[in-house]
Each structure stands twice: as C-alpha cells, then as structure tokens.
C-alpha cells in the first residue's frame, strides 16, 4: 500500500491495477453508499497551477465519499506575500487528512511529503508528471478495452512538455503494448523518457490509422521560453473529422484536456470521441486514489 501518490516511477504494475480495482469497486456503490466511507475525513487542495478537472474531480470525489474539501486560493493567499511553498503546504496539509498539490516546479509534491504526515497527491508538478491523471487515463482505457496489454497506443502532440504524456508512457512500460510517439521535432519526448519506456516508433507525420487508442495533448504554450516556437508548432497536428475518420472504427480518441485546437468540436460526435467520458472518470478513479492512500477499503 502506497501512502502518497507523487510519480507514476514509484508504482508497480500491481500497484497501479490496485488503484484501478479500488476505483472500480467504489464505481458501482450507490451514492448513498459511498457517502458513508469517510464521513469527517477533509481533503486540501494546494494549487499554485490553474486547474479545472483535476481540483474540481478531487473536491468531487472526496464529496462522493462523504467527506470534504478546504481549497486554497493561491491569488488570495499568503504565497502573495512571500511565503514559501514548504510552509504554506506544511500548514494546509496539517489542516486536514489528503492534500492535492498542484505547482509549476517539479518535485514540489515530493519536497512535501518530507514535511508532513499526512499522504501528499501530485497533481501535476511543472512539465515533469501527472500521476492521477494517468491513473483516470488507464482506467478509461481498461473501461473501454478489458485489458491494456496489446493494444498499440499512439500519444501526439506536446511531448516534450506535456506531463500528462510523460506519465502515461512510464505507465505503459508497466503493459505488453506497442508505443508510437507523434510529435513535430520540436515537442518529441525527452531522450531519457523513450530510453527508459519500450518505444517501437517515433514519427513526425500523422500515422493514426492503425492506432487501438490515440492519446492527443494540447501544446502546453506556458513552458514555451521561446513564443516563436509555440506559434511555429501550435496548428501542425489537427484532428478534424477528416483525420478522425482516418482511426479505425473501434479505436477510441483520447484527449486530457483542455483541447485549444488540437480536436476540432466536430469530431466529439464521431464514435472514437471518449475524451469527455475520459474526464467524468477522473471522480471514480480519484476516488479510488484517495481510499487506497488512506488504506480504507471498498466494502461492496
Ligand atoms: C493537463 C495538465 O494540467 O497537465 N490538464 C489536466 O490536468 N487534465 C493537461 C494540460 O494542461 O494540457
């Protein structure tokens, strides 16, 4: 049993199918029942990052199960008057049972959990990782297929500053799958993460038509140093309905989120659009997170 979740390199392939069969299990509890898990448990939120899906699922998830949420603002908070991140996530996470951080730097979640006793959650530090979002990515895929092992996985777009995509491929190196990296020159993944992760291609062209599950991200234009690059690469890979057409029927479209333009709205009505299921599975798969930091099981 894990105590804090900060880099999907620190889990097992055991571990994460764990937190996948936890999320799952607390999946199919009526609403009434999940509400009684961890009625007084409180769940912080310290996000130094804007956020939409990954703060809101968490507050949802720990509302699910009955517990609740402080969240702090950064903008209003004492961080504007200089405080430093140590001691602002010192005294949030003493405040409660879980706390969530979010921060621009990496290794920010993991300086923390030397500071306090209470299990710390990376959710997203710089451009390094993003552990639950891969969690909720895995769970979708294995919603959708059964199994993860044999599928050919394409991921396209950032790679190179992308968090969610450096994650998802170190998941992967835990599954018999096949990994195509699609990017243009500027944005492919960095050296250390295709050496470390069984990649069988890396390409600059659109090659998505075999592809079982094509993970696409938006070009991440705040970690640009040079802007001049960021126009340069910004519309090099759009899917249109054209391109989505060109996927095989049953492959599914995958998408973090927030899409700029890199899916245009037209192909949410095609059938290998899941990228909006995908995000309303972030509140069981954070619920399944939770529950297996705190070491509370899911009794059905
Ligand atoms: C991602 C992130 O913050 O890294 N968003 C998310 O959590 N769903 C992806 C992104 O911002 O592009």
Request: some cysteine; aromatic content about 4%; charged content about 30%.
């Amino acid at each position: 049993m894990k105590k804090n979740l900060i880099s999907i390199n620190d889990l097992e392939r055991s571990d994460i199918e764990s937190f996948l069969s936890t999320a799952s299990e607390v999946e199919k509890l009526t609403k009434r029942k999940a509400s009684d898990i961890l009625p007084g448990c409180i769940l912080s939120t310290l996000f130094l990052e804007p956020s939409t899906r990954t703060r809101l699922s968490f507050e949802a998830a720990m509302q699910r199960l009955g517990g609740t949420t402080i969240n702090l603002a950064s903008e209003v908070s004492s961080v504007q008057k200089g405080e430093n991140i140590t001691d602002t996530g010192k005294v949030v996470a003493g405040y409660t049972d879980i706390c969530v951080v979010r921060s621009p730097y990496e290794g920010t979640a993991r300086m923390l959990t030397e500071k306090t006793k209470v299990p710390i959650i990376n959710g997203g530090d710089g451009a390094n990782q993003h552990p639950t979002q891969t969690l909720l990515d895995l769970f979708t895929i294995k919603k959708e297929f059964g199994s993860i092992d044999g599928l050919k996985i394409g991921m396209m777009g950032d790679l190179k500053y992308g968090r969610t995509v450096h994650s998802l491929a170190e998941a992967l190196d835990n599954y018999s799958v096949e990994i195509r990296l699609i990017s243009p020159d500027e944005t492919k993944m960095p050296e250390h993460i295709v050496k470390e992760v069984g990649v069988e291609e890396e390409t600059n062209k659109m090659k998505i038509k075999d592809l079982d599950v094509l993970y696409t991200t938006r070009i991440q234009k705040e970690r640009f140093p040079d802007k001049q690059e960021y126009e340069r690469v910004k519309d090099v890979f759009v899917l249109d309905e054209e391109r989505v057409k060109e996927m095989k029927k049953d492959a599914i479209l995958m998408h973090p989120l927030p899409r700029i333009d890199e899916i245009k709205p037209e192909g949410d009505k095609l059938p290998q659009a899941r990228y909006f299921e995908q995000a309303k599975n972030g509140v069981p798969a954070r619920m399944g997170i939770i529950l297996e930091l705190l070491g509370v099981e899911v009794n059905v």
